[in-house]
Each structure stands twice: as C-alpha cells, then as structure tokens.
C-alpha cells in the first residue's frame, strides 16, 4: 500500500473497530445476561394470506416475518434472536404506556422490561393467537393489557385491548408500539446488508400516518405498517433504553406513538412537535382497542398504490413540502371521504384554495406558504379521519440564496493575519448558537478548511456563485484561492504532483504560541491530528471540493465578462483536471469508492472535451473507467470508508450511466430509493438516510437520523438525471424532495446547518455549519425547473409557478438559478451556461416552445443556451452552446 495512504486507512479503521469494538462490548454485556424471553421453549407459526409469521410461544413477541412470496427473507432482526433474548429489549409485538391517575406523576409500563411467560388466550374467530400480558407487566399497572394476532380481510393485524381496571379515571399519557424491524447492519458485508436488511421511514401523520419498510437493495416487497383503529401516528420515539448499541452499523429503534402528552410535559417540554401531543382518559371498566395492520406492496414504487387500496387517505404536494414564499404549490388529495375543514399552525402559515376535482377525481387545492418556518397543516375529513401534513415555508430560493452567499461571506469570513495555520483568509466553519467562528474544534478537519465538516462553508460559498453570482463575493474568494486554497489546503510537490491536506489546523501546543488552543476542547483523542497526520493526503474524500471550487470559478471566468480577475478560465479548468488526476493518483485506496460531489468529475471532462482538451480529457476518462469498471464488477458498487452508506452513489451512478453500464446504475438507482423516500412531510419527503454525520460534522453529537443531511441533495442528483431520461413521475418527486430538501435548513439569516435533529427532544437544526457545504453543491449543480402533464394530476410545474390558458401552458421560473427546465411531453432539456430563463411557454396544440430569457447585465451581456435536442436558432454556436446577446429588456425566442 502506498504510504502516503497508510495513516488515512489506518485512521479509519481505527474508527471503525472503535465502533465495532464498543459494539461488541455491549453485545457481549447483552449476551452475559439471563435469557428471559423463551426462545428456548416452542415457537409458534401461523401462515397468513401475505405473511409467514413466528411468535415465540413464552412471550408471544414477534420471532419472523416473512413475506409468504419469500421465505428465506424476513423484515424483523430474528438473526439476532438468540442474543436479543433478555429483559429492557424490544421485539416486535411489546406495548409501552405511561398513565397516572388524575393530579399524580405519571408512571412508565413497559412489556419488555420484565420479561415473564404470558397468559395465552384460546383463539377463536379470526384471532391466531392471544394473550393476557400481565405477567410481563408491574402488579401496580392500572390496566389489564390484552395482545392479540388476528386476521381481518387477509390482513395480518396486532391489537392490543386495554381495559382499565382500577376504580378511578385514568389518564394514559403515552402508548406506543415499539417498531422492530431489521436495520442491524453490525458484522455484515455490502452484499449481506442488501438481501438481508431493511431500512423504515416513518409517515408522522395521524390517522394517515404509516411506516414503510424497505429492503436495502430497494427490490421485492415492501411492507407498510398502517393503522388500523385507533392508531394516529401521533409521534415517533426513538428508544434509547433498549441497549442494542447504536453506531455507524445500527440507527436504533422507534416506536409509534398515538399518545404523546407524557413526553410532551416533560422530556419534550418546549419543542414544536411534529403534531400536538394528546392523551386519553379511560374511565373505570372502560376498554379501547388499538391495532396496526401488516400490508404488502409490490415495491416501493406502488407504496402509494397501495395506499389508496387500503383506503389510506394519500396526499400530493407538488413541488413538495418545502414551500418557497413565491410558490403557488398544489395539493391533490385522494381519499374516500370529503374534507369537512382545515386547521393550520401556526394560523397565518399557510393559506388555503379549494380548486375542485382533477379530471381522475382526486381533490385539489392551492397551498400558498405565508410566514417562514415550519407549518402544520391538519385536514379533517368528514368521516372523522384526521390527517396532518407538515410543511417547511422557507424564502423565494433567489432570497435564500442570496442571504446565504452573504453569511458565508461575512459572518463566516476568516481574516485573522497572524494565524498560526494560514487559513486566512477563508470560510470558516460557524456556530450559530455562539454566533461565533470555530477556529479551534478538536476534530481537527471541523476547523482546519478541509475533509466535509471544514471544507463544508468555503466550499458552499463558491457553489453558490455558480448560481446566483456577485461580484463583492467573489473578490473575496479570489482571495481565498490565491492565498488559502491554492497552496495551503492544496500544494505540489513537483511537476503535475497535487495533494490535498486533511486539514490545515493541528494539534502541536509544544511548538505553537500558547493560546493556539482551547482549555474547553478535549485534544487527547484520535480526531486531534498532529502536523503530519494533518497534511496527508491521502483521503480521497478531499479532492471533489477543491476540484468543485476551480470547475466554478472555470465557469463562471468563461461564460461571464469580468467576474474573475484574478485567473484566466483556462488556469480554473486545468487546475480542476489535476486536482481530479491527484486523487487517484494520491488517495487511490479511497477513490476506488464513490465520492460525495463526484459527479463533479464528469462535469469537468465535459468541458475538457468543449475546451477541446483532447489529451487530458482522454486521461481523466480512463481513469474513470478503471473505477467505473471496478464498480461494474461488484454486486453492491457503493461501499465507503463506513461499512455502509449512502453517499457513493451519486458517483457510482453517473459513471455507470456515462459508460453505459447501466444495469450498474439501476442497481444503484434502486439502492437510492430504499433509504430515500417520497411522503407528505418536508423532514422526510427526499430524505436520504444519514444517521452518524453528527458525531463527526455536528455540535449535539449522537447517532440519530438526520433530516436533510448532504445525502438528500447529493442523491438527488442521479434521480432526477434519471427520470430525464424515463420520466418516471415518481423519481421526480422524490428527488425534488432531496433537491429542495437540501436548502430547507437554512436559516432566516443565512445560516447553513449541517442538518435538522430528528429526535423529539429538539426537532430543530444542528448549530455547527459542518459539512453542508456537500449538500450544497447537489443544490447548486441540480437546481432546475421541471414541467409535467402528469396523467393523474395534470400540468404541473416544480420550480415555477404555472398558468394554463387554453392550449397555452406558461411557466414562471422561481428557482435560485433559472438556468435549466425540463419539459417532459417533449424531453426537451434545456440548460444556460449564462443569463437566465424568466419564463417557459409551451402550446399543446403546435408543440411549440417558448423562452423569455432575462435581461443583460454588467457581467452577462450574452447567454449561452444548450439543448439535447437539435435547434435551429438563428444565433451562432460556440462550444456546442448558442451564444444569445442579451438585451436591455427580456427577450422572447421561439424554439
């Protein structure tokens, strides 16, 4: 191994084994413990229309779950049976409850702290088995508790019956039912974890809500959880007591809430919930069911089919649940019963249009953001069926842009001349609840401009000129890259040899001024590299940001007049060619992996080949292949420095598409699809799943799903390339979910947080800027304008807003950049190296199309205009690109 990679991959796998380590640590703590669930006795099994299912006889918990299709697979962790088999750890078919009586402190019941054979219950009718759980319960528990596993429609369906037994009114503060599956990835293979695992995301929606699980290779079945009575999915509670060691192999449990108010007084006293928090009053004698119901979909792409099939009420947001302030979004809702009323929170949030029925019948409604923040939307339906639908009004993107390319640019502009570790000047890494910089974190990278969570700001602020440049802006990152990046985070050793520094802060107080460090940071860990450790090279992971900084100045020098001064075009792009060629050549153990911001790569050798540099885009060419091919010859092509993750496949895939392998790239399209999904609420609408970057890119450091980390923006990048190229209305909402996802967490001032807490204890945004300056750049790369006449909903616009009049369909564009749109009932994609688009007209009758294109500026005097059709325009071409002098008013070109 080359060694200049040996302490990056040693460093690795010191993280790793650290993880696997504690892991094994607690297993083997959960091993020394006394069996106490029964699996030593009988099992049980009962074959339903759709499922195989396993009870251990003793508990009566859920053993297996196996789609009857497929019986080698199954959705719960019985792979870990044999361990998981002592008190205080959940299985599928445990109840937890907190209930007092009335003006008393509220006590905690659980099934799975105190594991005791249960009493069975002879089954008759359409039940497969019962029980009395009061032998796994306190004597003190107010309730009798019943379980039972019946059939209703061919449906599998867990119920629980409660009765209060006591002699006074109780209040029952908190039920939930611990969800199960298997999302244990520890001691397996990439190839293990896709046939063998699943990932679940949670619909937090009331009566609407409903949990879906997917395999992780997004084939085969997939199995919803929905409510059947009496089950609002009210709130989603991890369950940290249960001592299966969370790590970067295990996200943790949850379990469904439809009751809250126990945590709402207390543990999540003060937080906006993603729905109010309730409780019941039971009086004595009085009895209520609850149940879930087990259901089957074809695949993930039917989930919504599904859905209506089972009477679920199912919502449409088009562009989605972020709502830009100047976006007229439509809401199509498709459910049996009419809408009685509407409840907004807060009440001047969002405002409300009924525009009567679609030509398929399905209810629709203008929703137009009013007050930035979060907004709930409660629809009640006559049939008493309450649905919530939580939205995130955010600024117009130009305005969210804007602000943001100021913060960075100000309060995150780094100028100190006597730094120690010539990071000045740049853009450094930020803490909003301080308000101050971070210049002296103890994770050497969050403060040393470099790897994700240091790299992150200076990155994001030169992406965000790729969309909406400024001149002031840019004079400061000229700056930064003659002084700081250009020879500080990147050197050369010689002729055409490049590197790029992990970081450029260390940790060396013998040989640095006293006071270089804080007395707050602990620096005895392995994060706190010293000088030599931090000048590696040799992570590959470091190379798309540098190389994604020369590919934006290289456009914005070529396609502007007088933005970039300080460089000529020429110098960016090659800069950008050698900075990609020195990671393979530095980091080759790494590069062998997708990277984040890969595609950035297949963006230079495109304008390699337009600049007509035939000799370097033939070698940045192969040497992409030689990956591509390597990733061709595995089954699960997107593996990472983590055992698994979801941050390779951006590259993988567009690789894979560009060489035409694109079995390999539908491999990965799928695998994408498993862990980011399409719902109605903005946390999870286009979420790519993310669970461990707070340990190392947050403040609130902890394992715990993240809501539109980088993953969401950067996987949205090969979805929506995707359904270009097949117009698969399903892609298109879910990676315009990661794609407008990916801005939703930046503040009123501009703030870009490394992504949004997902526990109930705080559901607001990580105060430490770390590494979003990745998911940026998806952003800024993706952002586009798509118009759709979709069979069940009509035209539709997402990043415009659309008037249709007769034949005639206008769009107005709204997105940050105006440079790309997508029309569908022509697969014409149209894109601008400069000027902008002010609107699109497309005439159903003569298919014809129309752009108006904005004004000129100081900077812009002609816009360049490409298609992947051929045009005829009346305009000459330069670099296979029209070149369009621009006007002082907006012009109008027919297409």
């Known amino acids: 191994m080359n060694k200049k990679i040996k302490h990056s991959y040693y460093i690795v796998l010191f993280l790793i084994a650290t993880s696997s380590i504690q892991a094994q640590g607690y297993w083997s703590r959960i091993e020394e413990k006394e069996p106490t669930l029964g699996i030593a006795d009988v099992y049980q099994k009962f074959n339903t229309p759709d499922f195989q299912l396993k009870l251990v006889k003793a508990s009566q918990t859920v053993a297996g779950l196996k789609p009857i299709k497929d019986l080698n697979f199954d959705f719960t962790p019985s792979d870990r049976l044999e361990i998981r088999d002592k008190d205080g750890l959940y299985h599928l078919g445990d109840i937890n409850l907190r209930i007092k009586e009335i003006d008393r402190d509220w006590k905690s019941y659980s099934t ?92 937090i929606g009331m009566d609407a809500g409903y949990l879906e699980v997917k395999r992780l290779s997004g084939r085969g079945p997939s199995l919803l959880v929905l409510p059947q009575k009496n089950m609002a999915f009210e709130a989603y509670r991890p369950l940290l007591d249960d001592p299966t060691p969370r790590s970067i192999v295990f996200e943790g449990f949850h379990e469904w809430m439809v009751y809250s108010k126990a945590y709402g007084d207390n543990e999540w006293k003060g937080v906006n919930e993603w729905n109010t928090p309730t409780s019941l009053i039971l009086k004595p004698n009085e009895s209520k069911d609850f149940s879930l119901r087990f259901v089957l979909s074809e695949g993930i792409k039917a989930i919504q089919n599904t859905l209506v099939k089972e009477e679920q009420p199912v919502a449409t947001s088009i562009p989605g649940y972020v709502l830009p302030l100047d976006i007229e979004s439509q809401l199509f809702l498709n459910y049996k019963s009419n809408v009685s009323s509407f409840e907004v929170e807060p009440k001047d949030a969002l405002k409300i249009k009924e525009e009567g029925l679609t030509d398929k019948g399905l209810k629709k409604y203008k929703v137009h953001g009013k007050k930035w923040g979060r907004a709930r939307l409660t629809i009640n339906y006559e049939n008493g069926v309450k649905q919530t639908i939580n939205y995130k009004v955010i600024k117009p993107e130009t305005e969210v842009i804007k602000d943001f390319g100021h913060f960075l640019t100000t309060k995150q502009w780094f100028d100190e001349p006597n730094d120690p570790f010539q990071r000045n000047p740049s853009v450094i890494s930020y803490d909003y609840e301080t308000k101050k910089q971070v210049t002296k974190d103890s994770r050497s990278w969050i403060s040393g401009l470099s790897d994700e969570g240091g790299a992150g700001s200076w990155l994001a602020a030169i992406m965000k000129q790729l969309i909406q440049p400024d001149k002031e802006e840019i004079k400061k990152l000229e700056q930064f890259v003659d002084s700081t990046l250009w020879g500080v985070i990147q050197y050369k050793e010689g002729k055409n040899k490049y590197g790029v520094k992990k970081s450029v802060f260390y940790y060396e107080p013998d040989s640095l001024p006293k006071g270089t460090y804080s007395d707050d940071e602990n620096y005895k860990s392995w994060t706190a590299w010293d000088h030599k450790h931090a000048n590696d090279p040799g992570r590959s992971y470091n190379y798309p940001h540098v190389a994604a900084a020369y590919w934006t100045m290289y456009r914005l020098a070529r396609y502007h007049e007088g933005l970039v001064d300080n460089r000529t075009w020429d110098w960016y792009l090659k800069q950008a060619y050698h900075t990609t060629i020195a990671m393979v050549d530095q980091a080759p153990y790494y590069a062998q992996f997708g990277q984040m911001e890969g595609s950035v790569f297949l963006y230079i050798l495109k304008d390699l080949k337009t600049e007509n540099y035939t000799e370097m885009a033939s070698d940045l060419e192969a040497r992409m292949k030689e990956r591509a091919d390597h990733w061709k010859a595995l089954d699960y092509p997107f593996g990472s420095e983590m055992p698994w993750d979801s941050t390779g496949q951006e590259e993988v895939y567009m690789w894979s598409d560009y060489f035409g392998y694109h079995w390999k790239a539908n491999i990965t399209l799928n695998a994408i699809l498993a862990y980011m999904p399409t719902m109605p609420h903005w946390a999870y609408n286009g979420n790519a799943r993310r669970y461990w970057d707070f340990l190392y890119g947050g403040k609130l450091s902890r394992v715990e799903r993240q809501i539109h980390h980088y993953g969401s923006s950067l ?98 564009i709204t997105t940050a950049a105006k440079s790309k749109v997508y029309i569908a009932s022509k697969k014409l994609w149209l894109t601008l190296d400069a000027g902008t688009f002010e609107k699109v007209t497309y005439n159903t009758k003569t298919d014809t199309v129309e752009i108006t294109l904005n004004s000129a500026d100081k900077f812009t005097p002609k816009a360049y205009l490409r298609s992947n059709n051929d045009l005829e325009l009346p305009f000459a071409k330069v670099r296979g690109a029209f070149e369009i002098p621009l006007q002082k008013n907006s012009m109008t070109i027919k297409l």
């Open 112 to 203: 799975a702290a105190k594991r005791s054979a249960v009493t069975p219950i002879e089954p008759f009718g359409t039940i497969v088995a019962g029980a009395d759980l009061a032998n796994t319960l306190p004597n003190d528990i107010p309730v009798t508790i019943k379980r039972f596993y019946e059939i209703d429609n061919d449906k599998l369906v867990l119920r629980f019956e409660i009765i209060n037994k006591s002699a006074n009114n109780i209040e029952i503060g908190a039920l939930g039912i611990p969800m199960i599956f298997n999302n244990i990835l520890e001691g397996k293979s990439l190839n293990e974890t896709h046939a063998q695992n699943v990932f679940f995301d949670p619909y």
């Open 715 to 812: 996987n949205a990048i090969p979805v929506l390339k995707q359904y270009r190229k097949t117009n698969d209305f399903y892609l298109l909402k879910v990676g315009y979910g990661g794609l407008l996802g990916g801005i939703s967490n930046i503040t009123q001032d501009g703030f870009g947080s490394a992504a949004f807490h997902s526990y109930p204890t705080e559901l607001r945004i990580d105060y430490l800027s770390g590494d979003y300056g990745s998911g940026f750049y998806g952003y800024a790369v993706n952002t586009s304008t798509y118009i759709v006449n979709d069979e069940n909903l009509g035209w539709v616009a997402f990043g415009g807003n659309l008037n249709t009049k007769k034949e005639v369909v206008e769009v107005n």
